[in-house]
């Protein structure tokens, strides 16, 4: 079974401070996505990373995938309240099969 | 945007009975999803589901759960003698490819499931 190891769990920062979420695994992925979900509603797509040590831009948010494609890390510069909610990676294997992490909950407070 | 449907938005049953949660993915999609999420924990894998049969369930999707897709829109997932520890909100997700490298999952808002 492969698992996804999210850290950290829960993250109260003021607007205009940066921040990093982590996701971890020991097993390999073929590729990584990266969600927002709001209460109530259902995951949305943010990123997803394909390739070891790729970078990708999103406005604010930065995303990485490790070099050896275990891990992957999300990165927001000068958060604003807007971008609370909780985060979620998801790793995909080659037989077609989803690993969620377990999330982290960003609140940024005004 | 199309988007994936799923309907009732909130089921409330009694333990043993069975339910029938209804989701409509998006139409040039070929592979679906059913995802699920206990409150206050992370989203879990069930089951997917292309070319008419189940092509990958985790060890949660037991003999209980059943999915079909009954005509050419719908996709429904059965839990047939459903358990308090059955509820929770579930996804119904849909994709254009099963990898998930190259075409993303787009979710539906899910149906919480209460069962008491």
């Known amino acids: 079974t492969q698992l996804l190891e999210q850290s950290p769990q829960f993250l109260s920062i003021q607007e205009g401070e940066n921040l990093t979420v982590y996701c971890n695994s020991s097993?390999?992925?073929?590729?990584l996505q990266w969600y927002r979900q709001e209460p109530g509603e259902g995951p949305v797509l943010l990123v997803t990373?394909?390739?070891?040590?790729e970078v990708k831009k999103l406005k604010r948010l930065t995303f990485q995938f490790g070099d050896a494609r275990k891990d992957s890390s999300l990165h927001i510069t000068a958060a604003q309240p807007g971008d609370t909610g909780l985060y979620l990676c998801?790793?995909?294997?080659?037989?077609?099969?989803?690993?969620f992490g377990d999330g982290t909950t960003l609140t940024v407070k005004p | 945007e199309p988007e994936v449907t799923q309907t009732p938005s909130h089921q409330v049953t009694q333990m043993g009975q069975e339910v029938i949660l209804r989701c409509v993915p998006i139409?040039?999609?070929?592979?679906f999803y059913w995802y699920r999420q206990i409150l206050g924990q992370k989203v879990e894998f069930l089951v997917s589901?292309?070319?008419?049969?189940?092509?990958?369930k985790s060890e949660i999707f037991d003999d209980q759960f059943s999915v079909e897709r009954p005509d050419g829109s719908n996709f429904t997932l059965k839990i047939r003698s459903t358990k308090l520890e059955d509820s929770a909100m579930y996804f119904c997700?849909?994709?254009?490819?099963?990898?998930?490298?190259?075409?993303?999952?787009?979710f539906g808002n899910g149906t919480r499931l209460t069962v008491t």
């Open positions: 997700a849909s994709s254009k490819t099963g990898t998930g490298s190259f075409s993303p999952l787009h």
């Open positions: 097993s390999v992925f073929s590729s």
């Open positions: 990373v394909v390739t070891g040590g």
């Open positions: 998801a790793g995909w294997g080659n037989a077609g099969k989803s690993t």
């Open positions: 139409s040039n999609h070929l592979y």
């Open positions: 589901f292309y070319n008419n049969e189940i092509s990958e």
